[in-house]
């Protein structure tokens, strides 16, 4: 067994024994983008040791499909395999979180509270003494939107890359990423009024 990355004090490890070209060439191209996929992992599952299992899985999942990658953006084909790997691994082990409810009403009532207050949801993630508050915010709203914001303005994907690595539309990424800055905005101001 060779270690092929680590998360903290995990290995991730294939046998690769029988293939040092292909190890070689898997390492470069989609190793690389390891610290990414355990990013977007740790925010979808909300929970590092969670995340490690995630990204673990997800990797030995990328190492065995690693023959039809065909060239083109290594880090959104991790990425992809990543969130399909989160999914299949919550329906397994934690079906109960699925059931998250998006309430259209607090949405138009975020709608009315940005028109009003002029916050700007770039504002309060580059402001440094708001990130811990931005993270617990973040972890409050529902997997569909959490990851597309964390994908746009965490990982800095284009719009079409998120559209590939979540497997829906290009519209829909938009709508959700106006969502879910929405929301997060929402969650942010009900933070606020707490402290």
Request: proline share 2%; net charge negative.
């Amino acid at each position: 067994m060779h270690p092929i990355g680590s998360i903290g004090s995990t290995s991730i490890a294939l046998d690769l024994s029988l293939e040092p070209q292909r190890q070689t060439r898997f390492e470069e191209t989609v190793m690389a983008h390891f610290d990414a996929a355990y990013n977007l992992a740790r925010w979808l599952a909300r929970d590092e040791h969670d995340a490690e299992d995630v990204v673990q899985e997800a990797c030995l999942r990328a190492y065995r499909f690693f023959g039809s990658f065909h060239g083109g953006n290594a880090r959104a084909w991790l990425l992809a395999i990543v969130r399909n790997t989160y999914y299949t691994w919550l329906e397994k082990n934690r079906a109960q979180t699925l059931n998250v409810q998006y309430n259209e009403d607090t949405v138009a009532a975020v709608d009315y509270d940005m028109a009003t207050t002029g916050d700007s949801v770039e504002r309060l993630l580059h402001a440094e003494d708001t990130r811990r508050c931005v993270h617990r915010a973040l972890e409050q709203i529902p997997a569909e939107f959490r990851e597309v914001i964390v994908l746009r303005e965490l990982e800095d994907l284009s719009y079409r890359e998120i559209a590939e690595i979540a497997d829906i539309p290009l519209g829909t990424v938009m709508s959700r990423l106006s969502r879910a800055r929405k929301l997060l905005l929402h969650a942010l101001q009900e933070l606020d009024q707490e402290s």
